[in-house]
């Protein structure tokens, strides 16, 4: 429990890179890690109502996340998809466009250049945290209130780990979980702020004066079914996982990818020229394809959610093995991405493999950086947008070195981070 706890990464033997399932055994529950892809259909595509989210891992989440989307199931998910998809159709993708440029230039123009290594997690965190903001509430990362949100959440994403004691200890909700205070603290913290926000929002809308942003498109959305929109306490959880969604999950992933582009320098070059033809328009982003395979090949590595947990509600037959209800299925995409029988060199960073008839194989069955079926990431498309735009802003501007004695170790807290942060050397590419 404390090693699951500390590290959840370095906690699974090497052998589940080439098992197709395995199962755990603990006092409490039965935990299988399924990597057969006809299994993961199976749960995440086939039959996903008859595997509903696991809320052990959402037990350590609901302080923040309250009833979000991503913890819910049922007829309650269902409800809060149909109100919150339309703000995130591929027309409105569009509309978001603008506010991610604009926050990665604001990144560009804060960088400072050191002759010191300087610690790229952090400056990942802020300009995914100023993308969120634009394009959720239209206001930049400077803003007071935003400013407050984002210290709030960096120190929250330390202190929380992926597994916590409700992880390990059945029970119902009302049951103490044991979190720390600060922990605690930290999520009143949030959603005390997020709420502020919200409540701005809606006496803009009452006003007639709202900006037409996410924000505004979900909270004035009716169910098409039932006729009524998000209450104040529902938008505030669903604004705190698309600021976790969205915030966490790209931060940490454009920190790899730099950190990957500054190990394989002739990739980063590779970049860097492509982005010296891209003209910043929407339109264009076909011209990144490089950028694009770049950023795939990060999160194929170092997928921001590494784990995703269902649960049996009734028996089942895996491979052969009797299941019971109420067991824990985990789908691991930090697994089946580095699996040796479902990829080429799965340890080996190389974008060129999204262009080859065996890398796209192995896509379709074993890449899972948005999960897949009816619960895919909603923010999916916005996700692939911004990060390859965010890379081709960086690498047009700067060069991006490794420290030679620093090698980051990567753990899963609320997403796949290093333990120590991910120090690089950066200098201009502007002569």
């Given at each position: 429990?404390?090693?699951?706890?500390?590290?959840?990464?370095?906690?699974?033997?090497?052998?589940?890179?080439?098992?197709?399932?395995?199962?755990?055994?603990?006092?409490?529950?039965?935990?299988?890690?399924?990597?057969?892809?006809a299994l993961v259909r199976l749960?995440?595509?086939?039959?996903?109502?008859?595997?509903?989210?696991?809320?052990?891992?959402?037990?350590?989440?609901?302080?923040?996340?309250?009833?979000?989307?991503?913890?819910?199931?049922?007829?309650?998910?269902?409800?809060?998809?149909?109100?919150?998809?339309?703000?995130?159709?591929?027309?409105?993708?569009?509309?978001?466009?603008?506010?991610?440029?604009?926050?990665?230039?604001?990144?560009?123009?804060?960088?400072?250049?050191?002759?010191?290594?300087?610690?790229?997690?952090?400056?990942?965190?802020?300009?995914?945290?100023?993308?969120?903001?634009?394009?959720?509430?239209?206001?930049?990362?400077?803003?007071?209130?935003?400013?407050?949100?984002?210290?709030?959440?960096?120190?929250?994403?330390?202190?929380?780990?992926?597994?916590?004691?409700?992880?390990?200890?059945?029970?119902?909700?009302?049951?103490?979980?044991?979190?720390?205070?600060?922990?605690?603290?930290?999520?009143?913290?949030?959603?005390?702020?997020?709420?502020?926000?919200?409540?701005?929002?809606?006496?803009?809308?009452?006003?007639?004066?709202?900006?037409?942003?996410?924000a505004t498109k979900i909270l004035?959305?009716?169910?098409?079914?039932?006729?009524?929109?998000?209450?104040?306490?529902?938008?505030?959880?669903?604004?705190?996982?698309?600021?976790?969604?969205?915030?966490?999950?790209?931060?940490?992933?454009?920190?790899?990818?730099?950190?990957?582009?500054?190990?394989?320098?002739?990739?980063?070059?590779?970049?860097?020229?492509?982005?010296?033809?891209?003209?910043?328009?929407?339109?264009?982003?076909?011209?990144?394809?490089?950028?694009?395979?770049?950023?795939?090949?990060?999160?194929?590595?170092?997928?921001?959610?590494?784990?995703?947990?269902?649960?049996?509600?009734?028996?089942?037959?895996?491979?052969?093995r009797c299941v019971r209800p109420?067991?824990?299925?985990?789908?691991?995409?930090?697994?089946?991405?580095?699996?040796?029988?479902?990829?080429?060199?799965?340890?080996?960073?190389?974008?060129?493999?999204?262009?080859?008839?065996?890398?796209?194989?192995?896509?379709?069955?074993?890449?899972?950086?948005?999960?897949?079926?009816?619960?895919?990431?909603?923010?999916?498309?916005?996700?692939?947008?911004?990060?390859?735009?965010?890379?081709?802003?960086?690498?047009?501007?700067?060069?991006?070195?490794?420290?030679?004695?620093?090698?980051?170790?990567?753990?899963?807290?609320?997403?796949?981070?290093?333990?120590?942060?991910?120090?690089?050397?950066?200098?201009?590419?502007?002569?």
């Amino acid at each position: 429990m404390r090693l699951f706890r500390r590290d959840i990464l370095s906690a699974q033997p090497a052998k589940l890179y080439g098992a197709w399932m395995a199962e755990f055994r603990t006092p409490f529950f039965r935990s299988y890690l399924v990597n057969d892809p006809a299994l993961v259909r199976l749960v995440l595509q086939d039959r996903p109502q008859d595997f509903p989210k696991s809320d052990r891992i959402g037990a350590g989440l609901r302080p923040l996340l309250g009833e979000s989307v991503f913890l819910t199931n049922g007829e309650v998910w269902k409800r809060q998809r149909r109100i919150i998809d339309p703000a995130f159709a591929g027309g409105r993708l569009r509309d978001t466009f603008a506010g991610i440029m604009a926050a990665g230039q604001a990144g560009v123009d804060r960088m400072s250049l050191e002759d010191a290594p300087q610690e790229i997690e952090a400056i990942a965190s802020h300009i995914a945290a100023d993308v969120i903001f634009r394009t959720l509430f239209s206001i930049p990362i400077e803003d007071k209130t935003a400013t407050q949100v984002f210290d709030a959440f960096q120190r929250y994403q330390r202190s929380q780990p992926i597994l916590n004691l409700a992880a390990f200890v059945p029970g119902p909700k009302w049951m103490p979980r044991f979190f720390r205070k600060d922990t605690r603290r930290t999520a009143q913290t949030i959603r005390r702020l997020i709420t502020e926000l919200t409540q701005q929002r809606l006496d803009l809308i009452a006003k007639g004066q709202a900006p037409d942003d996410i924000a505004t498109k979900i909270l004035t959305t009716r169910d098409p079914v039932t006729g009524a929109s998000f209450s104040l306490k529902e938008m505030v959880d669903q604004v705190a996982i698309f600021f976790l969604a969205g915030h966490e999950t790209s931060a940490s992933a454009l920190a790899w990818a730099l950190y990957l582009l500054a190990r394989y320098p002739d990739w980063q070059d590779r970049v860097a020229a492509e982005a010296q033809g891209f003209d910043g328009h929407f339109a264009s982003l076909s011209r990144l394809p490089v950028t694009r395979d770049v950023f795939r090949e990060t999160l194929r590595l170092y997928p921001p959610v590494p784990m995703m947990v269902r649960e049996t509600t009734k028996s089942e037959v895996f491979r052969k093995r009797c299941v019971r209800p109420g067991a824990q299925v985990v789908i691991s995409a930090w697994h089946m991405h580095r699996h040796t029988r479902l990829w080429a060199d799965p340890d080996q960073f190389d974008p060129a493999r999204w262009q080859t008839s065996a890398g796209k194989k192995s896509a379709q069955d074993a890449y899972l950086p948005f999960s897949a079926g009816e619960r895919v990431c909603i923010g999916a498309g916005f996700a692939m947008i911004e990060g390859t735009v965010l890379l081709a802003q960086l690498l047009r501007a700067f060069r991006f070195e490794p420290c030679e004695s620093f090698v980051p170790v990567p753990v899963a807290h609320l997403t796949v981070r290093s333990y120590s942060g991910i120090l690089l050397r950066i200098s201009s590419r502007v002569s």
